[in-house]
């Protein structure tokens, strides 16, 4: 599977933005999707994940601030970003086709974009 992050950019807290993930070389296994992001100096870390049903789970730091979502296709996947925090800046990864499920970490993850920034500034 081979995924292509856009749309992140620089914006003040408070504010919005929404990234986006181009899906190619779809399998049954890419129906699992989700986003993780790495900020300097730090693990990677989930943000939200849809598994083959298309059930969004969140991380609780990003719960009633970011919505994933995907067509029914899966050959996109989206990321709404709301009221950003200087803390959401990061590296934000798109990820497919886990070797398990439910997944224990990042590495669980066969497929991975080149990433798209995001940087929010207080």
């Known amino acids: 599977v081979h995924l292509a992050e856009s749309g992140g950019g620089s914006v003040q807290a408070g504010g919005s933005l929404t990234l986006s993930c181009a899906v190619s070389?779809?399998?049954?296994?890419?129906?699992?999707l989700g986003w993780f992001r790495q900020a300097p100096g730090k693990q990677r870390e989930e943000v939200a994940t849809?598994?083959?049903?298309?059930?969004?789970s969140y991380a609780d730091s990003v719960k009633g601030r970011f919505t994933i979502s995907s067509d029914n296709s899966r050959t996109t996947l989206n990321l709404q970003m709301n009221d950003l925090k200087p803390e959401d800046t990061a590296m934000y990864y798109c990820?497919?086709?886990?070797?398990?499920?439910?997944?224990?970490?990042?590495?669980?993850?066969?497929?991975w974009g080149q990433g798209t920034q995001v940087t929010v500034s207080s």
């Open positions: 990820t497919a086709d886990p070797w398990r499920w439910p997944f224990e970490r990042d590495t669980d993850w066969r497929d």
């Open positions: 849809l598994d083959d049903e298309g059930r969004p």
């Open positions: 070389g779809y399998n049954e296994r890419s129906r699992f």
